[in-house]
Antibody, heavy 122, light 107 residues
């Protein structure tokens, strides 16, 4: 079955950086677009970024564009999120999600990981 | 950008009740609307896509409908396993956006 496992979260000071990872199994990782979605404590879901199946296209939410970078290593079945210049507003559980469509980045999120908590605090 | 407005934010219902949750898009999304269920501490689960198509394995008591920019999630007979928070999401065009969520609580 599809499994998505995030790691790399933790407590970080404002202005610092953090890199999240998402290990994937149970499907052909290199055939699907992948997303990051976050959820601030007690809040709703916010889509963060997407990367195409082959890594050639990326899109970001306005709130993170220019600070966050999504990437993938298809040889390792791993998705990444490099987060720079973090602010307290970035505090959230970050989850990776598999796009529904083969070779697609449709925005329909078929499977999600449980997430990793990022806390930005001085 | 397209905004999604979901209502109510919370509702209390009993087992066996019919439950309806509404989601309105700020622009036409061509039916590209999904519903997710999230339980505390768990990953969201895809229930419905394309407004009314049930994802595999989702019980038939869940249904979705659409009228223009308004979408509805209906649970025909609420079961104990259905107490959760439900989110709508449009995936018409980037950037994709979620509604604020509806928490379904036990009455």
């Amino acid at each position: 079955q599809v499994q998505l496992m995030e790691s790399g979260g933790g407590v970080v000071q404002p202005g610092r950086s953090l890199r999240l990872s998402c290990g994937a199994s149970g499907f052909i990782f290199s055939n699907y677009g992948m997303h990051w979605v976050r959820q601030a404590p007690g809040k709703g879901l916010e889509w963060v970024a997407v990367i195409s199946y082959d890594g050639t296209n990326e899109y970001y939410a306005d709130s993170v564009r220019g600070r966050f970078t999504i990437s993938r290593d298809n040889s390792k079945n791993t998705l990444y999120l490099q987060m720079n210049t973090l602010t307290v507003e970035d505090t959230a559980v970050y989850s990776c999600a598999k796009d529904y469509h083969f070779y697609g980045s449709s925005g329909l999120l078929q499977y999600w990981g449980q997430g990793t908590l990022v806390t930005v605090s001085s | 950008d397209i905004q999604m407005t979901q209502s109510p934010s919370m509702l209390s219902a009993s087992v066996g009740d019919r439950v309806t949750i509404t989601c309105r898009a700020s622009q036409y999304v061509s039916g590209w609307l999904a519903w997710y269920q999230q339980k505390p501490g768990k990953a969201p689960k895809l229930l419905i896509y394309k407004g009314s198509v049930l994802e595999g394995g989702v019980p038939s008591r869940f249904s979705g409908s659409a009228s223009g920019t308004e979408f509805t999630l209906t649970i025909s007979s609420l079961q104990p396993d259905d107490y959760a928070t439900y989110y709508c999401q449009h995936y018409n065009v980037y950037p994709w956006a979620f509604g604020e969520g509806t928490k379904v609580e036990i009455k």
